[in-house]
């Protein structure tokens, strides 16, 4: 028997001035989503692995005895004693290596001969820090899909499954869960402070499994896709978009997506497939810092796209930004913010999303040479909304923090100037939709 255990996602504790733009963001998010989309099923915020899925299906459709387990139901059979199977595999993300590890610490202290493994995003870029740190694991599982499924068994597996992933492995209901899912692995693209540039490319399903969906699913269902680039290619594109459509299904669909790859014809087979809203990677509205940062799509052609959405299609709009990029300065932020006030005011687009900045781990990457220094080796801390861990040659690390609660808060109130409100209090928003972190479920749980 194998466990497999999911601790890709987890909850922490955040600084309240974040958890205040975080709530306050949402607040407007829920407003404007259900006046623009409308009424979805209720959103859930219980999240899976696709790719941890897609090794239980592997397993499972080899004769393997598996079961797909959330972190907290491993700690739940840690506490009560239950007996542990031959073999425990993590599926983690740099924040939460350590906490594997120290799960796998108590493994082993009941059970020292259980093998622990660990897998995932994470070490496939840095494998040998992961082994030097955390010596407690026996094996580090390197690769996707069938390879990481044999390294897993040690053995050489005969059956490659279709569908992709088997929905029926999950411990909840399929609509329990937040769903998203994907067509193409890896992005032709190589932004460097981007993971998904190194990533392998392959294809999982066509139409991201809708057709699977459409069966367990209400409708409505908020579905995202998050390919790096939908279908990889303009091509790639229009033949998923077809075999979206061709499922009839009757969700609510979003995409990642390139702008460049927007034109006429991408808009069109967008809009038949069934999606309502396109998120797009904006960065920052400076080229020097894009191009110091590896990003070839600059500012100017984003805006062309931006109008070609604006008046060619219904397409809800996203776009994501990044604080803290290295050699950003406050006069290149205030500028991009500036950006955002006139994107938002003008209604070219509908939401911005801000994160920041994070070095995570990889192999062959020296930030030094690109202006980082690393201030913190805890990986515990690597992520979007703890205190950087990291200063640049312009800003210290509590300048980079300062500039990040900023500019969540220069988004929110341009955000609440564009639909008619002067303050967030004023917002009737509906709190059945998009309330996640309105009622303030963001802080560390105690497991579900
Ligand atoms: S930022 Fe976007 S385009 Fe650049 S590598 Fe990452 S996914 Fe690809």
Redesign the pocket.
Known sequence: MIWLIDYNHYKKEIDSRLNKCKQDYFIVKSYKRFNIIGETAPVKTKTFSNGLLRLATILDANGICVRYMHYNMLEFALNNGEPLPETIAFSAVCPTVPLCAALAQRIKAVSPKTKVMIGGAHINVAAKETANRYPIFDKLVIGYEMDAAQQLTDKKLTVCPKPYVNYSLLPFSLADYAINTFTTMG?????N??V??RAPHFFSSENGQLDEMVKLLPLRTLVHFFD??LGYSRDGLKNVCKQIEATKHNFVLSC?M?ADMIDLDAIYALESAGFVEIRL?M?SSDSDLLKKNG?T?MYRKLMEKLELLYSKSKLYVTLYTITGLPGTTWEIQENTLKECDYLLSSGLVDEIKNSLYVPYPMEGVDYSTRGVTILNDNWEDYDRQSYPVYRTVELSSAELWEMYIKTAESINTSWLKSIGFSDFSEVPYNPTYYSEYIIPNYLKDEGE
């Open positions: 992005c032709p693209f190589s932004c402070y981007c998904d540039g790096s680039v990642d390139r990677g960065e990003r799509l």
